[in-house]
């Protein structure tokens, strides 16, 4: 009887972590969209190029963030860990490549920068903001890809 109980109550808290995992995806998902409301309220100048190119990508960050809430909002439903074992690898995997491919991309965008004329405080606000969207951008498409696509065991 006592073992019952037992595998009830993992069974109680593996939905329960779940549960809190898709809320905390879901709550960041809303301070991000709090922070770019605000950012567009607080603007004086009216919005350029870059501005959009900006909301647009952090659109599409969060709504990464909220597709992995609702995934492990339904995983949580139908009982199964939000973070099992082919999830955690996919994401370190995801990471790993991100990151590598990332450096690449910093030091493409160092000498993009050479090339066009922005002042020097714009200059690092500029090289640090698109240097994390871009990193974030291209951690989510590689974990979209190796979600779908599964990665190679023997590979690793």
Do not use: C, H
């Not at 898709?22 to 350029?48: D, E, H, Q, Y």
């Not at 939000?82 to 991100?98: F, G, Y």
């Amino acid at each position: 009887m006592l073992e019952i109980v037992n595998i009830v109550l993992e069974i109680n808290n593996m939905i329960m972590k779940a549960k809190n995992l898709a809320l905390v995806k879901f709550t960041v998902a809303a301070f991000i969209l709090g922070l770019m409301g605000f950012w567009i309220f607080k603007t004086t100048r009216p919005l350029n190029e870059l501005a959009y190119g900006t909301i647009g990508v952090m659109l599409i960050i969060v709504g990464f963030v909220i597709y992995s809430g609702i995934q492990a909002l339904k995983a949580a439903k139908s009982g199964l860990n939000a973070e099992d074992e082919l999830s955690k690898k996919i994401t370190q995997k995801a990471a790993s490549m991100a990151f590598s491919i990332s450096i690449y991309m910093w030091l493409i965008g160092m000498f993009a920068l050479d090339v066009f004329s922005v002042d020097s405080v714009n200059k690092a606000k500029l090289v640090i903001a698109i240097g994390m969207m871009g990193m974030t951008l291209i951690f989510i498409f590689i974990r979209l890809y190796l979600s779908k696509v599964g990665i190679d065991d023997d590979n690793d």
